[in-house]
């Protein structure tokens, strides 16, 4: 039996001639007569009929006209439509074919409008379960969605959900394709469009309820792990205001951070709404659905709406929740937000990119076939090498750019990036095969900055360096991967923690006021405990270790991610009993120029209005932190690559989200690009120059003292050296074994480029005496030794 039309008085009633009551409003004009005796009654009333319903015809022909015009004009017509006048889920599909699901309307003007009491409790396991489970984190099964790869993907749920009545309407035909997240993690959605029914207090708020948000150690009023309603019932809710017509298509939730309590919901439903009042439930045929939430506070769960749903504002009810704990959740919403080229504001702040790069996310075999298409691009000015094996057996790539690659110039400094130490932090790995690309293609065009960096910096990019931990992260999502999955190794170590703790060795000798004579303060021996095989060392740690003992780097910047800041040494802190401290170094002022040169130059770094990430805001030094003053590192690659090379490395955390969507990867190359490159121009900062000796040979392993700074630099093997220095005039000292020192006062301008301070020495008359001795083949005599052995001779003469 089909239903009658509902009828609005804007809108040409569209009911048959059958059901006149139908319309109200036309019943007087267009009811049809009744039927007479008589053949001259029956051809007026044919007449009539006639002449109605051309009248009816031309109404409906200008009206449809006008629409069908609007429509073509602009495809978002009935969108725009939809949204001045009613909620979208209240308006009938404008097509006949294929036939919408009928929506119930909102309560009329007459009406009041209450609150529609919540059912009674269910736990999940008796509760409507959606007809697709939650996809819950398995590392060995791919998850659909989380790296863009959904499209064409038919669900039982949704073929299931297509035949019921629900309140979105949606062909029955077409095919879903997978939505990104809006952008809790990521910060795009502000704490201004996250509202709730209740809260604990400000650290519980709604603006804490996002994906994988951290809470702070103390877990105070400010920085608590999630949102937690004020009262455990079933009237609470949290929602997200998309501010424009969304597409929701998915929900992810987590319980919350927490050292000490354990709070999450088991299951939940979710409404949609245009206007924040009239609400709509997910039905699950006739009745409303309950989604099944967490088993445990970190996995994150994804439920899939079994039809998407299009709406402004999306909430989330909780409807059970851990016995022993509160409601407490995080969550990430999966929407496409649809278009509207009427609303300047959302067309204003779109991010959009002009580099013609590959922006997705790569597998191990997809990262070595990129690598494999800059190098075929690019033969002239790159190299791929590889600095040993992961724990699987995975060869751990590098990139080579340079004007003469395979080979150290003398007099060019050597710059390395390293990302994915953290394999779970994705975009710096990302980040690392965009740079490549962007080097390769701008110097192909000629861009003037980019060629001379090229030509006079040796360029290495390690872009996953924990390849095991990486695959694992790949598997889960951008995501499903909570906030650790893919961050060891395959054995389980954390390599940014995994180098020798020589800070302590230094320290201890300083104490004891043994520098230099008995341990250097530069170039500190790696303990023979780290170097023996039965030490906790990741082979991924020694493979680091070697080619930094190899190459001469200057500077280096290992890309991290859950963060906005750059982080210069020290790690440690120098203080036993505290796990934060200020602990500069010697070079306090070059680093936290370097430091300053990345975050000062990132989009969003130095911005005061910026939401903190987490729990710390770093504001108040300009996007950049002393790493031990934020939390105690020991043996971390900053601190070992200060002590045990020439290299200045810092870490740059490159985005609040680990793992960001497939989506946001231009977004956050733009963020990146022009700090990635300042970055680099800074290895030509400072001094440089040669050490030789007489003959013009260049003097290896000489030392480059500065006074004032208690840390010295050495030279490579051509007598080559870089030593770091902010702007002014410094007195340098180069010394070498065998050889008489040299001191020389030194200007550093303000103007980017190094400047030249090249030494001399000549040899020690000692040094001299041991050459001819060694020339005429006899062995060079030392005085001390000679006085001793003759005195042991005058005493045995004596007895």
């Known amino acids: 039996m089909p239903r009658a039309p ?3 008085a804007r809108r040409p009633c569209l009911a048959p001639p059958s059901a006149p ?8 004009a267009v009811t049809l007569p009744r039927a007479r005796g008589g053949a001259g009654m029956a051809r007026r009333d044919a007449a009539a009929l006639a002449l109605i ?23 978002d017509y009935y969108v725009q439509e939809v949204w001045n006048r009613e909620p979208y889920y209240a308006r009938p599909e404008p097509e006949p074919k294929p036939e919408p699901f009928s929506p119930p309307l909102p309560p009329g003007p007459g009406k009041e409008e209450r609150e529609p009491r919540p059912p009674e409790p269910r736990p999940p396991k008796k509760a409507a379960k959606p007809k697709k489970a939650p996809k819950k984190l398995a590392p060995e099964t791919p998850l659909p969605g989380k790296n863009s790869n959904r499209k064409g993907m038919r669900t039982k749920s949704f073929e299931k959900a297509a035949s019921d009545d629900h309140s979105v309407p949606v062909a029955r035909d077409v095919v879903r394709e997978g939505c990104p997240p809006l952008g809790l993690e990521t910060l795009k959605i502000t704490d201004f469009q996250l509202h709730a029914s209740t809260s604990k207090r400000y650290g519980l708020g709604a603006h804490r309820g996002r994906l994988n948000i951290q809470a702070g150690i103390n877990e105070n009023d400010f920085y608590d792990g999630a949102w937690c309603a004020g009262r455990n019932d079933l009237r609470q809710w949290i929602e997200v205001d998309a501010r424009r017509l969304t597409r929701f298509t998915g929900v992810i939730t987590q319980g919350r951070n927490s050292l000490w309590l354990s709070d999450w919901v088991t299951s939940y439903k979710v409404m949609v709404s245009n206007d924040s009042h009239t609400w709509v439930t997910v039905k699950n045929g006739s009745g409303d659905m309950i989604f099944e939430g967490n088993s445990e506070k970190e996995i994150p769960v994804l439920n899939e709406l079994p039809v998407p749903m299009v709406a402004r504002y999306i909430r989330i009810n909780p409807q059970s929740w851990f016995d022993n704990g509160s409601i407490c959740m995080r969550m990430e919403i999966l929407g496409c937000p649809l278009p509207d080229p009427n609303n300047y504001y959302h067309r204003r702040n779109e991010m959009t990119t002009t580099d013609d790069l590959d922006f997705k996310h790569h597998s191990y075999k997809e990262m070595r076939q990129l690598m494999k298409v800059v190098n075929e691009m690019c033969p002239n000015i790159t190299r791929i090498y590889n600095i040993g094996k992961s724990h699987q057996g995975l060869k751990l790539y590098a990139v080579e750019i340079s004007d003469h690659p395979g080979e150290h110039e003398v007099g060019e400094p050597e710059f390395h990036y390293i990302a994915g130490a953290h394999g779970n932090e994705v975009l710096g790995r990302e980040l690392m095969l965009l740079l490549m690309q962007f080097l390769c293609q701008e110097y192909l065009a000629g861009n003037e900055r980019i060629v001379h960096l090229v030509e006079e910096t040796r360029i290495h990019i390690l872009p996953s360096l924990n390849p095991d931990g990486y695959e694992k992260a790949y598997e889960g999502g951008s995501e499903l991967g909570g906030w650790s999955l893919g961050r060891w190794t395959h054995d389980g170590i954390d390599i940014n923690n995994n180098f020798p703790d020589l800070n302590t060795l230094l320290w201890e000798a300083e104490d004891r006021q043994g520098i230099p004579r008995k341990v250097p303060n530069h170039y500190i021996a790696i303990p023979e405990w780290f170097l023996s095989e039965n030490a906790t060392v990741a082979v991924e740690t020694r493979a680091v270790i070697a080619w930094m003992e190899k190459i001469p780097f200057v500077l280096g910047g290992n890309l991290q991610g859950g963060e906005l800041v750059v982080a210069y040494p020290y790690d440690m802190v120098r203080s036993l009993w505290k796990t934060q401290e200020r602990s500069p170094t010697p070079d306090d002022h070059v680093f936290r120029w370097l430091a300053y040169s990345y975050a000062s130059t990132h989009r969003l770094m130095t911005d005061a209005r910026r ?17 031990a003053s934020w939390h105690t590192v020991a043996g971390s690659l900053n601190d070992f690559s200060y002590l045990h090379t020439n290299c200045f490395e810092l870490s740059i955390y490159v985005g609040c989200d680990k793992y960001p969507h497939e989506s946001q990867l231009p977004e956050e ?9 300042v970055f680099m121009e800074q290895v030509h900062r400072g001094i440089k120059g040669l050490v030789r000796d007489l003959h013009g040979k260049g003097i290896p392993n000489a030392v480059i003292s500065v006074e004032g700074i208690n840390h010295d630099i050495r030279t490579a093997n051509d007598g080559d050296y870089w030593r770091l220095l902010n702007p002014g005039e410094y007195v340098v000292t180069a010394k070498a074994e065998g050889f008489t020192s040299s001191t020389k006062n030194c200007m550093v301008g303000y103007d980017m480029g190094a400047t030249r301070c090249d030494f001399t020495l000549s040899k020690t008359n000692m040094a ?12 060079p005599i030392s005085l001390p030794a000679r006085r001793l052995k003759l005195r042991g001779r005058k005493r045995r003469q004596h007895w």
């Not at 319903?53 to 602009?74: F, I, K, N, P």
């Open 669 to 677: 190359w733009e963020n990146n690009r022009e700090s990635l490159i």
């Open 21 to 28: 009551a139908a319309c109200p409003g036309l019943s007087a």
């Open 611 to 627: 939401r903190v990430c987490h729990t710390e805001d770093f504001q108040k030094e300009d996007g950049t932190v002393n790493g």
């Open 6 to 8: 509902r009828c609005r």
């Open 768 to 779: 001299r005496i041991r050459e001819i001795m060694e020339k005429f083949r006899k062995q």
């Open 53 to 75: 319903l051309a009248l009816l015809t031309v109404v409906l022909a200008g009206a449809g006209a006008g629409a069908q015009r609007a429509a073509v004009e602009d495809p």
